[in-house]
């Protein structure tokens, strides 16, 4: 079936423009993550979605990182006027409920974001 | 900031060797989990334990944890060149919510 997907994979960016990011979770999935992973490190939490609520965002580095679920099932993370600092690349993840923590998170592919 | 501390930073081995990483973390966990990254399939869910569980085995893995020393391994037997990958030592803080807190990695090269 299909898993989590992401779009564009790869997304060159002037320093100052602004970048939106997509992610398809697994259908039917309630829980939404979107996490930062910088080169040679580990991915680190940005923001949390249950269905259409933003839960948690206490991981997004400034308020240039906005993400959105509005309907519940794609989420969109969009960053204004880039820095080079955001060059990192983007995973989403997805799983089934989320309400305790217990459950596998699946992960899409990423998005690459280089930030010139 | 990253919680778990993985060790060693990368592992050379040939195929057929068993390969062994350790974890430590910092604060009470509800429960840790490994996952795997490569280029090919990207980050793939390995096995959780809970902080209840003191050894789980999966397939050719086996992960233990020590709830005292704050630290758990992953061991990988017969390894095959498929192994390649970085391993990330993945802790749920009983705090957290559903906010997973992963480490820096172990990068794991199998020669064949």
């Known amino acids: 079936g299909a898993g989590v997907s992401q779009s564009p994979r790869y997304k060159v960016a002037k320093r100052g423009q602004d970048v939106a990011l997509r992610c398809d979770p697994i259908?039917?999935?309630?829980?939404l993550f979107w996490y930062q992973q910088a080169l040679g490190q580990g991915p680190e939490f940005l923001t949390y979605f249950q269905n259409e609520a933003q839960l948690d965002k206490s991981g997004l580095p400034s308020d240039r990182f906005f993400a959105e679920r509005p309907e519940g099932s794609v989420s969109t993370l969009k960053i204004q006027r880039t820095q080079q600092e955001d060059s990192a690349v983007y995973l989403c993840?997805?799983?089934?409920?989320?309400?305790?923590?217990?459950?596998?998170?699946?992960f899409g592919p990423g998005t690459r974001l280089l930030v010139l | 900031s990253q919680q778990g501390e993985e060790d060693p930073q990368a592992l050379s081995i040939q195929e057929g060797e068993n390969a062994t990483m350790n974890c430590s973390y910092k604060?009470?966990?509800?429960?840790l989990q490994w996952y795997r990254q490569n280029s090919g399939r990207g980050l793939v869910h390995l096995i959780l334990i809970r902080s209840n569980e003191r050894e789980k085995h999966s397939g050719r893995l086996r992960v233990t944890l020590d709830t005292s020393k704050k630290s758990s391994s992953l061991l990988i037997t017969a390894s095959r060149a498929a192994d390649t990958a970085s391993y990330f030592c993945?802790?749920?803080?009983?705090?957290?919510?559903?906010?997973?807190?992963f480490g820096g990695g172990t990068r794991v090269l199998v020669k064949p």
């Open positions: 993840a997805s799983s089934l409920m989320g309400m305790t923590g217990q459950e596998t998170q699946y």
């Open positions: 993945v802790t749920l803080p009983k705090a957290a919510g559903n906010k997973l807190t």
């Open positions: 604060t009470s966990i509800n429960n």
């Open positions: 259908s039917g999935h309630v829980s």
